[in-house]
């Protein structure tokens, strides 16, 4: 199984940034997906979840109303479209698949695939 997130990068604050997470060796849509991030000296953190039918959504509280998840079967890519990026954004992202057991889940001991993650940063 491989996840390999990209399209993190440098943007100022209020811009907008899309990461895609192209997985391989698993099918996306039977499994719920996540994007978590990890900023410097802080524990990782939930940002956003899809269920494994894709009709549910999970966001964290911070990036409500700014990211949207979603996915492309056909693809087997699941992206994360982040709008109005503050410098509070900047951190590694992570893309995973949850375990079986879960259809979604903001939590990351559920997850059992990571990806390498890329890195947001967002000046100000």
């Known amino acids: 199984v491989q996840l390999q997130a990209s399209g993190g990068g440098l943007v100022q604050a209020g811009g907008s940034l899309r990461l895609s997470c192209a997985a391989s060796g698993l099918t996306i849509h039977m499994y719920g997906m996540g994007w978590f991030r990890q900023a410097p000296g802080k524990e990782r953190e939930f940002v956003a979840a899809?269920?494994?039918?894709?009709?549910?959504?999970y966001y964290a509280d911070s990036v409500k109303g700014r990211f949207t998840i979603s996915r492309d079967s056909a693809k087997n890519t699941v992206y994360l479209q982040m709008n109005s990026l503050k410098p509070e954004d900047t951190a590694v992202y992570y893309c995973?698949?949850?375990?079986?057991?879960?259809?979604?889940?903001?939590?990351?001991?559920?997850?059992?695939?990571w990806g390498q993650g890329t890195l947001v940063t967002v000046s100000s």
């Open positions: 995973a698949a949850a375990s079986s057991r879960y259809s979604i889940t903001r939590y990351y001991t559920n997850y059992d695939y």
């Open positions: 899809i269920s494994r039918s894709g009709g549910s959504t």
